[in-house]
C-alpha cells in the first residue's frame, strides 16, 4: 500500500547545521561544571573519553543510515537489523529520553530568560518551535541555522575575552589526575552535550542522496562539536582553574573572571538561544521517530499522516508539543536530564548492536561497550527510573503482541 513520504530537501550544509544544532546547545553552557566536579583534573581526559564513545555512535549509526534512509534512526535499524522488538525498544527509548530532553530544554530557557517563571517560559517556548516545526523542515533547518550561528558566535566572544585578558594560567589546564569512577561520570555527564548526530539520522527520508549525505554530515558535525568542546574546556581551565568545579553558570563566570562582566547578559541570551535550537533539533526527531512508529502500529495510527501541503508529519508533532509543554510545566531540569541520558544510551547501544551484524564489528563493540559503562556510572535515581520505564515499555510491547 503507497503512503506519503517526506520531502527530500536537506542536503549536507542542512543537515550539519541541524547536528550542530542539537549537540552544541544549552549543555554546553552548563555541563562543565558539574563535569570537573567529578573528573577533577581529568576534565579533558572525560571529553576525550565522551568523545570517543559518540564517534563509535555516530559511526554506527552513518552505517545504518545509508543503509536505512528513512525516519525513526535506531527505531528502524534495530527493527531490520535486530529483530521488532529490538526496533520498538529503540524507539521507546528515544521518545521517552528524548521528551524529558525536550522538557529540560525548554525548562533551560525558562531558568536564563525569566526564572522567576520558568515554567511558563518553558511551555510558550515548545508552542512556539511546535508552530515553526509544523510549516516544514525547510524552515526548521533556516531557523536552526540562524541559531548555531549566534551560539558559535557568543561561545567565540568568550574565548576571546578571556584569551585577550591576560588572567588566564595554562599551568592551570592538566590532562591527568582524578579517579577512574569521577572520570568516567564526567564522561557520562559530557555525553549528554554530544547527544544530538543521530538527529541526522532520524531525517533520513527528508535528506537530499542519503547514503552519501548522512555519513558526511555526521563525522563533520560530530568533528565540529568536539573542536569547539575542547577549545572550550581548555578556555574554562586556564581562566576558573579549581574553581570550575562549583560553577552553576561556567561561561558567565569565565567572562566575569577575565574583567569582562559586561558579556555576561550576552552569555545569558546566548544560553537560550542555544536551548532553543536543541529543543527545535529535538522536537524534529522524536515526531519523525513517532511517525515511523506509528506506521508499523506501536504508535496510535493517526501519528502517521502527513501533511498535505507542508509534507510534515504535523499530528505527531503536535502531540510531541502537548505531551513536552505538560512536562515542561512541572517537572525539575535535573531529573529530566538524568532520566534523558539513560534513555539514550540505551538508544545508541542498540544503534551498536545493530551495526555489528554488519562487517567491520570493532567500533560497534567499542560503542556499544562505552554505552554501557557511561549508563552504569549514572545515579542511581536515573538508573532506577530508566529501567522502569524500559521494563513498561516492554510490558506494552507484549501487550500488543498478545492483541
Not at 538508544?347 to 560503542?367: D, E, F, M, Q
Request: hydrophobic residues 55%; proline residues 5%.
Amino acid at each position: 500500500m503507497n503512503r506519503p513520504e517526506l520531502h527530500r530537501r536537506l542536503g549536507t550544509p542542512d543537515a550539519v547545521v541541524i547536528g550542530l544544532g542539537s549537540m552544541i546547545g544549552a549543555g554546553v553552557f552548563v555541563v562543565f561544571g558539574p563535569a570537573a566536579a567529578s573528573a577533577g583534573p581529568g576534565l579533558l581526559i572525560a571529553l576525550a573519553a565522551a568523545a570517543t564513545v559518540a564517534y563509535c555512535n555516530a559511526t554506527s549509526s552513518a552505517r545504518l543510515a545509508s543503509l536505512y534512509p528513512h525516519s525513526g534512526g535506531t527505531y528502524v535499524y534495530g527493527r531490520e537489523r535486530l529483530g521488532p522488538f529490538w526496533g520498538y525498544l529503540a524507539g521507546w527509548s528515544f521518545v521517552v529520553g528524548k521528551l524529558a530532553s525536550c522538557a529540560a530544554m525548554s525548562l533551560t530557557v525558562g531558568l536564563y530568560v525569566w526564572p522567576a517563571h520558568a515554567h511558563a517560559v518553558a511551555v510558550g517556548a515548545v508552542v512556539a518551535l511546535t508552530a515553526v516545526n509544523y510549516r516544514g523542515i525547510g524552515k526548521s533547518a533556516l531557523a536552526t541555522r540562524v541559531i548555531v550561528a549566534v551560539v558559535l558566535a557568543v561561545l567565540a566572544g568568550v574565548v576571546a575575552a578571556v584569551m585577550i585578558s591576560g588572567r588566564a594560567d595554562p599551568a592551570r589546564v592538566t590532562l591527568t589526575g582524578g579517579s577512574p569512577t569521577g572520570v568516567l561520570q564526567a564522561a557520562g555527564l559530557l555525553f549528554f552535550a554530544f547527544a544530538g548526530y543521530a538527529r541526522i539520522a532520524t531525517l533520513g527520508e527528508e535528506v537530499r542522496d542519503p547514503a552519501r549525505t548522512i555519513p558526511r554530515a555526521i563525522g563533520i558535525a560530530l568533528t565540529m562539536t568536539f573542536a569547539v568542546y575542547a577549545v572550550l574546556a581548555v578556555t574554562l581551565m586556564a581562566i576558573l582553574g579549581p574553581g570550575l568545579a562549583t560553577a552553576t553558570a561556567p561561561l558567565a563566570d569565565a567572562v566575569r573572571a577575565a574583567g569582562a562582566g559586561g558579556l555576561e547578559p550576552v552569555v545569558r541570551i546566548g544560553a537560550a538561544v542555544a536551548a532553543l535550537g536543541s529543543l527545535l533539533s529535538l522536537i524534529l526527531g522524536v515526531s519523525r521517530t513517532g511517525l515511523a512508529m506509528a506506521r508499523d502500529g506501536h504508535l496510535p495510527a493517526a501519528l502517521a499522516a502527513v501533511h498535505p501541503r507542508y509534507r510534515v508529519p504535523h499530528r505527531a508533532e503536535v502531540a510531541v508539543g502537548v505531551v513536552v509543554a505538560t512536562v515542561a510545566a512541572v517537572a525539575d531540569v535535573r531529573s529530566a536530564i538524568g532520566f534523558s541520558s539513560f534513555a539514550v544510551l540505551v538508544y545508541y547501544a542498540i544503534a551498536n548492536a545493530a551495526a555489528a551484524t554488519l562487517r567491520g564489528r570493532l567500533v560497534p563493540a567499542l560503542g556499544l561497550a562505552g554505552c554501557v559503562v557511561l549508563a552504569a556510572c549514572l545515579p542511581i535515581g536515573a538508573l532506577l527510573a530508566g529501567s522502569g520505564v524500559l521494563i513498561l515499555g516492554a510490558l506494552v510491547y507484549g501487550a500488543g503482541r498478545l492483541r
